[in-house]
């Protein structure tokens, strides 16, 4: 039986199928998010070289693990996600990066990733930061698996032209200020950005 956790920005159980996808609500809201979530810009934002290997953190349906297996030259990509709706359904979307082997995905969470140290070049995150039980475990777990160098790249719902979904999902300004402290503590630097649905936090593991 999976645990029900509690998201650190509010305190309480985090239950929405999109937050926990589980079930039939869990599969519907998992093809809702593969059609309203488009993360094509993020690309830009990753800049994955040849041969980098890349993990994504609460990969949802899968459809940035399949852009990073169609659109970049990443040797291997890997998928965590607590739910095992979202890690079938992303295994069905990229079925023949899977079995080719490029692709990894696993049950894991942000601090629980369940790699070894150091062996990622490239590390994201896309709408789920706000809904880990614990922040600052996430961002030190993230840290831990980055190679020297490698970039970590946070977002959350918001930008500069955040649509309608975008808006009612952004944070205050108190929470987003929270995440670049976190990242700072354990990064010593931190850039924020914002691309149209999305605010940006990136960061480059430099020891
Ligand atoms: C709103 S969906 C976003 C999915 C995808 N990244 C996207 O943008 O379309 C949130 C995802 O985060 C996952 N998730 C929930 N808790 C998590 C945690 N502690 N660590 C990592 N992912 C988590 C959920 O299972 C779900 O797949």
């Given at each position: 039986?999976?645990?029900?956790?509690?998201?650190?920005?509010?305190?309480?159980?985090?239950?929405?199928p999109?937050?926990?996808?589980?079930?039939?609500?869990?599969?519907?809201?998992?093809?809702?998010?593969?059609?309203?979530?488009?993360?094509?810009?993020?690309?830009?934002?990753?800049?994955?070289?040849?041969?980098?290997?890349?993990?994504?953190?609460?990969?949802?349906?899968?459809?940035?693990?399949?852009?990073?297996?169609?659109?970049?030259?990443?040797?291997?990509?890997?998928?965590?996600?607590?739910?095992?709706?979202?890690?079938?359904?992303?295994?069905?979307?990229?079925?023949?990066?899977?079995a080719?082997?490029?692709?990894?995905?696993?049950?894991?969470?942000?601090?629980?990733?369940?790699?070894?140290?150091?062996?990622?070049?490239?590390?994201?995150?896309?709408?789920?930061?706000?809904?880990?039980?614990d922040?600052?475990?996430?961002?030190g777990?993230?840290?831990?698996?980055?190679?020297?160098?490698?970039?970590?790249?946070?977002?959350?719902?918001?930008?500069?032209?955040?649509?309608?979904?975008?808006?009612?999902?952004?944070?205050?300004?108190?929470?987003?200020?929270?995440?670049?402290?976190?990242?700072?503590?354990?990064?010593?630097?931190?850039?924020?950005?914002?691309?149209?649905?999305?605010?940006?936090?990136?960061?480059?593991?430099?020891?």
């Amino acid at each position: 039986m999976r645990q029900t956790q509690r998201s650190w920005t509010t305190g309480k159980p985090v239950t929405s199928p999109f937050a926990a996808p589980r079930g039939l609500s869990g599969r519907l809201a998992g093809r809702f998010m593969l059609l309203t979530n488009k993360q094509d810009e993020l690309l830009d934002v990753l800049r994955v070289n040849a041969g980098d290997d890349v993990l994504e953190i609460g990969h949802g349906p899968g459809g940035l693990i399949r852009l990073l297996a169609e659109k970049t030259d990443a040797d291997h990509i890997y998928g965590v996600d607590p739910s095992a709706e979202m890690v079938d359904a992303a295994g069905k979307l990229n079925a023949a990066a899977v079995a080719a082997g490029r692709v990894t995905l696993r049950i894991g969470a942000a601090d629980d990733i369940g790699l070894p140290g150091e062996s990622v070049d490239c590390a994201v995150s896309v709408n789920n930061v706000a809904i880990w039980p614990d922040l600052e475990a996430g961002i030190g777990e993230i840290h831990r698996v980055l190679r020297i160098g490698g970039r970590a790249v946070i977002c959350w719902h918001g930008g500069h032209s955040a649509g309608r979904i975008a808006r009612s999902l952004a944070l205050p300004a108190d929470h987003l200020d929270r995440i670049g402290s976190a990242i700072r503590d354990r990064f010593g630097a931190v850039t924020r950005d914002q691309l149209a649905d999305l605010d940006v936090f990136t960061a480059i593991r430099e020891n």
